[in-house]
């Protein structure tokens, strides 16, 4: 049996991924200098990872030696639950509600490889999953799994914005889409308008030093700027605020993946609790979790923050 482009995707879509674009290595989908004017602006804040090797992202044959096909995928982590309207919990992102994104999505790449090599054992081939320097955005968007929406979230007429994006560099050719799919934001500012922190600067540009997920996540600041912290509007972990607002996930699907569903059901988290956990604690209750990003120590910068901004009932 011969490893073609259409065998791919119906492989992806028995190991569950729900969306897949293969597009060539050479067709790169993003002018480097627009990247680069991004960082001169200090978009990126603190997170200097991003500064380095700005070619090695913006081109997958430096960061995968003899890649000539990039296979996109995109994986649904929807599920139908509500924060609770309770001022003295945090809000979690819905993206870190269940297991880490990162341990679920490659598990299921990796299979994905696995069953690509049944039938092609000569390939080779790199995984990546948010921790490469890989502009998984805008190889989505050049892989037609969605367009690039002015919240910088990309998405997709069939499930909104609330998807994971990776991708399986490989060194073979393939029968590769060309359909782009089009800009749908049209006149909506609903994301910029409703951002409290005023982080969207401009359509499909986000200053990460001014939003809330990466104050809450990335920032290791003792203490939250209170530009930030007077904002928050209730978030411990992450904030969905530009995605809860957009029109176009009223098209959202409940995941077929469980291990996205909430753990032990909670969408949010008690400041208290958070404020006086230990480490021990701490380890076991978000061992494979994708909070553990934040560490402890800033769980409990943001409690501090959201406990002396928040108003009690």
Not at 151 to 165: D, R, Y
Not at 203 to 219: G, M, N
Request: aromatic share 8%.
């Amino acid at each position: 049996m011969e490893l073609t482009s259409t065998r791919i995707k119906e492989l992806a879509a028995s190991v569950g991924i729900d969306r897949i674009g293969i597009v060539g290595a050479e067709n790169l989908p993003v002018d480097e200098s627009r990247f680069r004017e991004w960082l001169a602006n200090g978009y990126q804040a603190s997170m200097a990872w991003i500064e380095r090797e700005p070619e090695k992202r913006a081109d997958p044959r430096i960061l995968f030696p003899g890649c000539r096909s990039v296979i996109v995928a995109a994986l649904n982590y929807y599920t139908p639950h509500e924060h609770e309207p309770d001022a003295a919990k945090g809000k979690i992102s819905r993206y870190a509600w269940g297991d880490d994104y990162h341990d679920v999505f490659r598990e299921k790449l990796n299979a994905l490889v696995e069953k690509m090599r049944e039938i092609g054992p000569e390939i080779q081939s790199k995984i990546c999953v948010d921790t490469a320097p890989f502009m998984d955005k805008a190889w989505a968007v050049r892989a037609g799994i969605g367009w690039l929406g002015k919240s910088s979230n990309v998405i997709t007429t069939g499930l909104g914005s609330w998807i994971f994006l990776g991708a399986v560099l490989v060194d073979v050719e393939l029968d590769y889409d060309n359909d782009v799919v089009a800009d749908h934001c049209g006149s909506c500012t609903a994301c910029i308008d409703t951002c409290p922190t005023g982080a969207i600067v401009e359509p499909y540009v986000v200053d990460a030093a001014k939003c809330i997920s990466y104050a809450t996540i990335e920032l290791r600041d003792e203490e939250m700027p209170q530009e930030i912290a007077v904002n928050l509007e209730g978030w411990i972990y992450g904030c969905d605020i530009c995605q809860d607002v957009c029109p176009w996930n009223r098209f959202e699907k409940p995941t077929a993946e469980s291990r996205f569903e909430p753990r032990e059901l909670e969408t949010s988290v008690s400041l208290d609790r958070i404020e006086h956990l230990e480490h021990e604690d701490y380890v076991v209750r978000f061992r494979k979790s994708a909070i553990k990003r934040a560490k402890l120590s800033g769980l409990k910068r943001n409690a501090r923050a959201l406990s002396a901004n928040t108003p009690r009932q």
